[in-house]
Each structure stands twice: as structure tokens, then as C-alpha cells.
């Protein structure tokens, strides 16, 4: 859902501009893609280990997989 969001960013800053509508600030879409980026691994391993074809011994190299993730996205300058 999320994902969505800051894809029609543009679109809903135009129509947020034209109608007086409240959108989320910079620094707001700013956290928002970054939340994206920590969760998205996350969301693709449960996708992952739900499936019907997935066994036990999937689990440890997707959690190695999520922590290398993680590690990655250390830019983040915090909740300002």
C-alpha cells in the first residue's frame, strides 16, 4: 500500500496543491521510502516461507538475507 503511495506522489501533490488537501512533508516521504526499503526483504520472505512449496531449511539463508538487508540501510538520518 504503501508502495502505491509514493508511486502517485507527484499525482497527489498536484491534486493536494489544486484542492487545499493536506499531504504528508518532505521529510514525511522521506520516511516513508525508507520504511519501504527495510520492509520490502521482510515482505518478500514471508511471501517466501508462506508458499506451498517452501520447506524449513529456507528459513535460516532468508534470515541471513533480511540481517544482510538491514545492514544496507544505514543512511537513515532518523525521524526528524
Known amino acids: 500500500m504503501v508502495d502505491r503511495l509514493l ?35 521482510i515482505e518478500q520472505a514471508t511471501w517466501d516461507v508462506s508458499a506451498s512449496i517452501s520447506c524449513a531449511s529456507m528459513v535460516i539463508p532468508m534470515v541471513i538475507g533480511i540481517k544482510h538487508s538491514l545492514h544496507q540501510c544505514t543512511d537513515d538520518a532518523g525521524v526528524q
Open 7 to 41: 508511486e502517485q506522489r507527484k499525482p497527489l501533490t498536484l491534486y493536494g496543491t489544486k484542492h487545499d488537501i493536506t499531504l504528508p512533508s518532505t521529510n514525511q516521504w522521506t520516511l516513508l521510502e525508507h520504511a519501504t526499503s527495510l520492509l520490502t526483504p
